[in-house]
């Protein structure tokens, strides 16, 4: 029995019954041929559903992280992205550098290695989906610890914005 947990945050949303839209779908596989996608639209428009649907219905590999205003702190962003990495890693044991006091001068060597890190320990291929990234204060470090260190990651992962 596996005995880990995983929360909410972590979690891909339960869709249900919905349609299955093939045009969009195909639209959004080739937005995924980049490194990364950055899906915009209005409140309700069915951002998160449309990636959800696409990654259950090809049957894809998913990282999954619902951001919320408490990852305005990278160091909330980091600590739930190392609990999820460890339900998707193609190694046992993945261990992820924790942020502690003496990184925050640094933050942004401390985000490269994180990613580097975490890129090496995903399978093949794996989608990694940042899901409303609108809620991170506009004034977090973290979009800028994001900038530098999401390119680090391999080309066998792709990073999905919504």
Not at 42 to 53: D, F, I, N, S
Not at 103 to 121: D, V
């Amino acid at each position: 029995m596996d005995n880990r947990t995983t929360l909410a945050k972590l979690t891909p949303p339960h869709l249900g019954e919905v349609y299955a839209c093939e045009r969009l779908y195909k639209s959004f596989e080739q937005a995924c041929e980049r490194p990364l996608a950055w899906i915009v639209g209005a409140p309700g428009a069915g951002k998160t559903t449309l990636v959800a649907g696409w990654l259950e219905t090809r049957k894809k590999r998913t990282l999954w992280y619902q951001l919320d205003a408490s990852d305005s702190d990278p160091a909330t962003f980091f600590h739930y992205l190392s609990i999820a990495a460890r339900h998707v890693s193609s190694r046992q044991r993945v261990v992820l550098p924790r942020v502690t006091p003496e990184h925050l001068p640094s933050l942004g060597a401390f985000a490269r290695r994180f990613f580097e890190t975490l890129g090496a320990s995903l399978p093949q291929p794996t989608v990694l989906v940042l899901d409303n990234y609108h809620d991170v204060a506009a004034d977090s470090p973290l979009h800028v610890l994001l900038a530098e260190a999401l390119p680090l990651l391999p080309s066998h992962v792709n990073v999905t914005v919504i």
